[in-house]
Structure formats: C-alpha cells, structure tokens
C-alpha cells in the first residue's frame, strides 16, 4: 500500500506519554509464508497483536516531543470485530519504554513505516525509519528500528541499522520476501543505493545478512513498493526516482540470492512510460500476477510527451509471466472519462496510492490521492479518488470522490486541508472487504487528522480522529504524513 511521505518542515509542540490503551490478547498463529500474487488484503503483516485483525500504524515525523522539535512520533489504532477502534491505541516516540536511542530534534522518528512479521512468531512488527538521525557526531546518518508486536501489541524495540554520514537511512522503506524463503526482508534507502536486510530477525535486530543493491539512477528516491509481478514466488522491487526535469521507474527483480540491480523499466518508446514520484503494487485485473500503478504528482501545461501529466496522473502497467508488461501500460488522470474532478494545474492527482480489493470482486481498486484540489475557492482542500479494478486494469467507470464536503465525511474543507496527502487500503475487521484510511496532514492549520472510511461507495459509516483522541497536543504536528503499508 503506497503512501508518500508529505514534507514534515513544521514546527510542533507535542505532550505525550507512550501509552498502550486496553488491547485484548490471542494466541499467536503460525508465520505466513512467501508472498503471493493474488488480491489477498493487508492482514497478517500490520496484525500487531495477533487477534487476526488489520492493525493500522501512521505518523507524524515532525513532532515535537519533551520539547525536542522534530522527533517525531508513531501512533496505532487496533482493528477488532467491528473495525478500527480509537479506544485501543498507542503513541510511540524513541522516549518509550522499551525503544531504542532517544528522541532528539529534527530525527523524525517516523519518516516512513512499514511492517511485517521480521522474527517469524506470528505476530506482526513495525519497521520505523528515522532519516535525519544522528548517530553520534554522525549527523543525517538516518536508521530503522522495529518496535515488536505480540499478544499485548507492539513493545519494546530493536536497532536494525544505521547509516553513516548524510546516508539518510530510513527515507524510503519497502518490505517483502525477495529471496523466496520464506521469511520477510527489508529494503531501506542508504544514500544512492537499497540496503537489502534479510529475513529472518533476531530480537537482538541483527538480519541474517545484509547487501546494497545497486541503481542505475540514483538523483533522488522518491518511493518504492514490493509484489510478486511475475509469479515466480520471489518479491520484486519498483522505486521511482529522478532528477529536477525528468522521473525513471525502476525494477530490481527477486531471486534466491536477493533483488537483482535496479533497471529501468522504459519501453523502446519512452513516451510509454516515464515514472513520477509515487509506486504502489497490487493485483489490479485479478490475475495470477501483481500488478504496478506509478502516480505522477503533476505536469506541465503542453506536455506533449505526457499529456496525461497535467494536474497528475497514474500509469498501470500489468504484471506477467515476463514481469512488468509495459508495453500494454495506461494512463490515467482526472480527465479521463468517468473520473471524478477535472484535471487543473498542481493538483497533485497520484500523490498518495493503495491497491486492495474492497468489494470482494477480486479485482483490486486503485485508491488516488488528490491532495491539492481546490473545492471551489478553497484552494488545497484535497480530495481522494476510488478507481475500480477490472481484467482491463483500473477504470473510471463506476469511480468515487472523496473529500470532506462528502455526504458522510466529518470534518469542513478548508483551505491546505491537504485531504488525500496519504492512504492505504486496511481490513481492519476481517470481512475481506477493505477500508481506506486516509489523512489530511494540514487539517487544522497543520495538526493533521486521519479518516477512515468503510464504504468506497458512500461515507457512510466513516469516522475521523485526531491528537486529542490519542492523548496529544500538538500544533502544526501533520499527523498522517506517513500511513503504514
């Protein structure tokens, strides 16, 4: 589930503790095994407490914490029966109890999250990359850490790995089984090239090993997501990144060793497919086969090479026996026939992505964030596209909007709302059907607020929540810049 990390520069003022509000127990279940290429929603691998329901984490990585501006935090809600529920909840900071180092101004603790079961006992652990860490007199070093989950849910921690001197560990966090064995592996961002992390993990944090996978482009990552996109049982990795004028996508495909090189996914005619800054993988058309969805934030009036790129797109490219099949990509923004809105200029339509299936047709839907639409006058409201899944790919027949002058959606638009800056599809109460949570990182001049959103049909049943239901005070904190996927 792809969610890109909003820009965290703001200032907070943040009280907390780090507390664990009532969370039932269960008996750990059996680790899963290697990734498949089917429309299975996010369960086991963000179930913290092993309950069997979606637990969802997300963040705000510019918190101030006991008066540390910019540590950062990390905050839970659990899932149960009948969904998400507010009451079980946590707020974790490197001040916990039980988590490694310290707070300290400007780590970000929270930069990016992503989660998986690293220790194989069933239940499932959250990966926390803190960019800006400082490791000793090694300043913009950058590390992760994972917070352990079990029957009381996640507590206590380990250090997985630091960087060195501006390698800026953390920035980006991908998470999957890339080597075929059956235990989950991390690829993290260290300067230039992906740190792969092998699974499985002793509670001590140390990997089974650890390589640097190499890039053939390596101006900037933006983002990078992990899925089976051939079949083979090993997990591939797509990140896009670029320079000031252009985007690549890239592949490093899985093996018995590991993720191979990144390449560059280009067809002979490059005007195909370029890249942008946002990559979500997911089975779309509901074959045997993972499929990609790049977004590109926006482009420029007269893009003649990508018409598309104006007021941002999405580009589909299934998966196949071969792997990405780009010759047969689409592309797709808000003035395709049926989608909701109209393509305008920095609208950032493709910001923030996620893949699941939510109605159980076995196709998965394509969640779209659109977090600088102007409604009306309100310039920066934000909204969220729901595009359906087909054997055709994503379409916008039969799509939904989402923003908060939606029947059924708490909240009033207002201006840098930022609604739609991050998302991921979760089953938090384990009907098959997946929710969307959503964020508006600029809700309430910047303290941010999350949504969750049962139906993708209407808004009904919705709820929104904020720093006052997770015990914290903060201004200026955009909660939900980062969504665990």
Request: hydrophobic share 40%; charged share 15%; net charge negative.
């Amino acid at each position: 589930m792809a969610s890109r990390a909003l820009g965290t520069g703001v200032v907070l003022a943040l009280t907390m503790a780090s507390t664990l509000v009532a969370l039932p127990t269960a008996q750990a279940t059996a680790p899963s095994g290697p990734a498949q290429a089917t429309t299975a929603l996010p369960g086991k691998k963000s179930d913290f407490n092993g309950d069997g329901y979606a637990d969802l984490a997300f963040t705000a990585p510019g918190a101030t914490v006991d008066g540390l501006a910019g540590a950062g935090y990390v905050g839970v809600v659990y899932g149960s029966a009948t969904g998400l529920k507010t009451a079980t909840k946590q707020v974790l900071t490197q001040n916990s109890a039980g988590i490694p180092d310290a707070a300290e101004a400007s780590d970000a603790f929270g930069t990016n999250i992503v989660s998986a079961d690293l220790d194989q006992d069933g239940y499932a652990d959250l990966v926390v990359g803190t960019w800006r860490e400082s490791v000793g007199t090694v300043s913009g070093a950058g590390s992760l850490t994972v917070v352990w989950g079990g029957a009381g849910g996640l507590s206590g921690g380990a250090t997985l790995l630091t960087g060195e001197t501006n390698n800026y560990v953390g920035s980006q966090l991908v998470v999957g089984d890339f080597n075929g064995d059956g235990s989950q592996d991390i690829g993290t961002t260290r300067a230039s090239v992906v740190q792969f992390l092998k699974g499985p993990f002793t509670r001590q944090g140390s990997a089974a090993g650890i390589t640097a996978v190499s890039a053939d482009y390596h101006h900037g990552w933006f983002d990078m997501a992990a899925g089976d996109l051939n079949g083979d049982g090993f997990d591939e990795i797509v990140g896009v990144s670029g320079g000031e004028d252009y985007r690549v996508a890239t592949i490093a495909t899985g093996g018995p060793t590991g993720p191979g090189p990144f390449v560059d996914m280009r067809h002979s005619d490059v005007r195909r497919f370029e890249g942008g800054e946002t990559v979500a993988i997911g089975n779309v058309n509901g074959d045997a086969y993972a499929d990609i969805v790049v977004g590109r934030d926006d482009g420029l009036d007269g893009d003649e090479d990508f018409p598309f790129s104006f007021g941002g797109m999405i580009t589909y490219v299934p998966g196949g026996a071969t792997g990405p099949q780009v010759g047969k990509s689409k592309m797709m923004n808000q003035d395709s026939t049926g989608v909701p809105g109209a393509a305008e200029y920095l609208d950032g339509f493709g910001s923030s992505l996620s893949i699941a299936d939510t109605n159980g047709d076995g196709f998965g839907e394509v969640a779209v964030g659109v977090p600088n639409e102007a409604l009306e006058t309100t310039k920066g409201a934000g909204g969220i596209v729901i595009l359906p899944g087909t054997a055709a790919g994503p379409t916008g027949t039969g799509s939904t909007g989402f923003n908060q002058t939606t029947a059924g959606i708490t909240g009033t638009a207002e201006a840098g709302d930022l609604f739609g800056g991050a998302a991921a599809f979760i089953d938090g109460n384990k009907d098959g059907r997946a929710e969307l949570a959503v964020s508006a990182p600029g809700e309430n001049a910047g303290e941010g607020s999350m949504w969750v959103i049962p139906s993708m049909k209407t808004g009904t049943g919705s709820f929104t929540f904020g720093h006052a239901t997770l015990g914290t005070v903060a201004v200026k904190a955009a909660l939900g810049a980062s969504i665990n996927r």
